[in-house]
Nanobody, 125 residues
Framework: VQLVESGGGLVQAGGSLRLSCAAA????????MGWFRQAPGKEREFVAA????????KYADSVKGRFTISRDNAKKTVYLHMSSLKPDDTAGYYC???????????????????WGQGTLVTVSS
């Protein structure tokens, strides 16, 4: 499964961005999906996840209320809507797909098998 992220860029603090993650092969069904981020010098951390049908979501406390994960299965695309951005949100953002059922999906990178190449988000103060 090849995943391709887009939508990153430079934004001022308080601004918004929408990231997209698309399956390169449109014949592939995307499973439970997650977004992670990695700032320079830091470990990759969980941001948000969404179940196959979109009914269930989970968020890191640091983004809850500011970020929204969604998906359009017809378009084979998962989104991360980011608002009220802060300089601390600056990072490379990666989407990932897990083959675990939703009930067994944690916030660990180890649960996710397929990863995109990432898209950079820079928030200026």
């Amino acid at each position: 499964v090849q995943l391709v992220e887009s939508g990153g860029g430079l934004v001022q603090a308080g601004g918004s961005l929408r990231l997209s993650c698309a399956a390169a092969d449109r014949s592939v069904n995307m499973g439970n999906m997650g977004w992670f981020r990695q700032a320079p010098g830091k470990e990759r951390e969980f941001v948000a996840a969404i179940s196959i049908g979109g009914a269930y979501t989970k968020y890191a406390d640091s983004v809850k209320g500011r970020f929204t994960i969604s998906r359009d299965n017809a378009k084979k695309t998962v989104y991360l809507h980011m608002s009220s951005l802060k300089p601390d949100d600056t990072a490379g953002y990666y989407c990932a797909q897990t083959e675990r059922p939703w009930s067994e999906t944690s916030r660990s990178t180890a649960d996710y098998k397929y990863w995109g190449q990432g898209t950079l988000v820079t928030v200026s103060s």
